[in-house]
């Protein structure tokens, strides 16, 4: 079982960029395929990335692509997302997930068994 939490939302210009962090518990972080989401107010739940366990794969949301980089720190059970060229349209609270693996990539809740708290990125414009 893995437990985890997420920080480094907040406030930011568009045009801005945040490095979000989602620190996990656990002995077996490396054997977890790690993902980010994020929800809107209003809106549904959508997939944002994913990172394979020894984060040489990755998988982007089109909407993001060239702007945020995941990337993950087994050393330091970390996963991370820099979010760059940030948008209004990208304020969420975004969350982490970890996933055991299965089908790739994962984009649906569904196939994500344990869930951090989020964390809130607001983008002015």
């Known amino acids: 079982q893995v437990q985890l939490v997420e920080s480094g939302g907040g406030l930011v210009q568009a045009g801005g960029s945040l490095r979000l962090s989602c620190a996990a518990s656990g002995r077996t972080f490396s054997s977890y395929i790690m993902g980010w989401f994020r929800q809107a107010p209003g809106k549904e739940r959508e997939f944002v990335a994913t990172?394979?366990?020894?984060?040489?794969?990755?998988y982007y949301v089109d909407s993001v692509k060239g702007r945020f980089t995941i990337s993950r720190d087994n050393a330091k059970k970390t996963v991370y997302l820099q979010m760059n060229s940030l948008k209004p349209d990208d304020t969420a609270v975004y969350s982490c997930?970890?996933?055991?693996?299965?089908?790739?990539?994962?984009?649906?809740?569904?196939?994500?068994?344990?869930w951090g708290q989020g964390t809130q990125v607001t983008v002015s414009s």
């Open positions: 997930a970890a996933h055991t693996g299965g089908r790739w990539p994962p984009t649906t809740q569904v196939q994500y068994e344990y």
């Open positions: 990172i394979s366990q020894a984060g040489i794969v990755t």
